[in-house]
């Protein structure tokens, strides 16, 4: 039989009281600077994957301290994915990364967001472009049926300072291939046009480099066996730093592919990677 426990401040705490919350289902830690979350998903929440939504905790001050975070789990999973910085000073930050299975967060459930399917023309060949947290939506879309259906090659780019912080996007890739459920949605011959190209900056790694620089030297189309890439056949979405983001847009825009949005599609869209 249960025991009966008195109800305590602990418990009273466990009961839903936030507005819009939801209970954290898993925590990952994957290096003292970075880890993943999964929470309970709002049953009416719809969004397209790739896009974005507003969460947070409730602030000392009683009022909620939000921040915008890419849903990076697709948009048919029951439950939703999170990738965050841990800032040790940062405000939301300092704190959502001591969050604990069964912890409530908010989440206004409002998603928006140009690194989205609808705001590119159809091509043949998709890039992702991520440095650091920048993955996160791309998390969602490479677990997105659309992104097999709509293009013939998948290129997820993903660059960071160490290799220990490649390995989320590392593990999430092996999961996509190896996935049974992937498999039945998308195909295990779809799921080979997914090409992953991890790069460092700082730390040793089999490849290194600022993707702008492998991308200007031809490196990386050398390394993909890529001899065209234009406006035809390429489409992009880039999500990174700000100097990131500003770059490749310099580097696809030499190449004469245009940015587009939601409302006018045209060949890359960007978003900047959010921290907390
Ligand atoms: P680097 O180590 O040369 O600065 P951060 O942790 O600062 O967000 O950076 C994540 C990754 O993005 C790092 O590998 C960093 O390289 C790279 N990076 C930062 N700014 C740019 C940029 N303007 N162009 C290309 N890569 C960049």
Redesign the pocket.
């Known amino acids: 039989m249960t025991k009966l426990t008195a109800v305590t401040q602990d418990s009273v705490s466990k009961v839903p009281t936030l507005p819009d919350a939801q209970t954290v289902t898993e925590v990952k830690h994957w290096t003292d600077r970075l880890f993943s979350f999964r929470v309970t998903r709002p049953q009416t929440l719809r969004f397209r994957s790739g896009e974005f939504v507003m969460i947070g905790l409730m602030g000392d001050n009683g009022k909620p301290l939000l921040r915008a975070y890419s849903i990076a789990s697709p948009a048919w999973d029951e439950e939703l994915e999170f990738y965050s910085i841990k800032v040790q000073d940062g405000p939301l930050t300092s704190k959502l990364q001591h969050i604990n299975v069964g912890d409530e967060i908010i989440l206004r459930p409002k998603p928006v967001g140009t690194l989205v399917h609808d705001a590119l023309l159809p091509g043949k060949r998709l890039w992702f472009f991520a440095?650091?947290t920048g993955i996160a939506p791309f998390a969602s879309l490479i677990r997105e049926p659309q992104t097999y259906e709509d293009y013939d090659q998948i290129i997820l780019t993903h660059?960071?300072?160490e290799a220990a912080?490649l390995e989320y996007g590392r593990q999430l890739v092996d999961t996509v291939r190896n996935d049974d459920l992937m498999q039945e949605l998308v195909g295990a011959d779809n799921l080979k046009k997914l090409i992953y190209y991890p790069?460092?900056?700082?730390d040793p790694s089999p490849k290194m480099g600022?993707?702008?620089?492998l991308l200007k030297s031809g490196e990386v189309f050398a390394d993909l066996g890529i001899t065209d890439f234009g406006p035809e056949t390429d489409r992009a979405m880039v999500c990174?730093?700000m100097?990131?983001n500003?770059?490749?847009k310099d580097i696809l825009e030499s190449h004469g592919l245009r940015e587009g949005a939601n409302s006018d599609p045209k060949e890359y869209v960007v978003e900047k990677?959010f921290v907390g």
């Open positions: 440095t650091g660059t960071c300072r912080e790069t460092t900056t700082r600022r993707i702008t620089d990174g730093s100097g990131l500003l770059d490749i990677a």
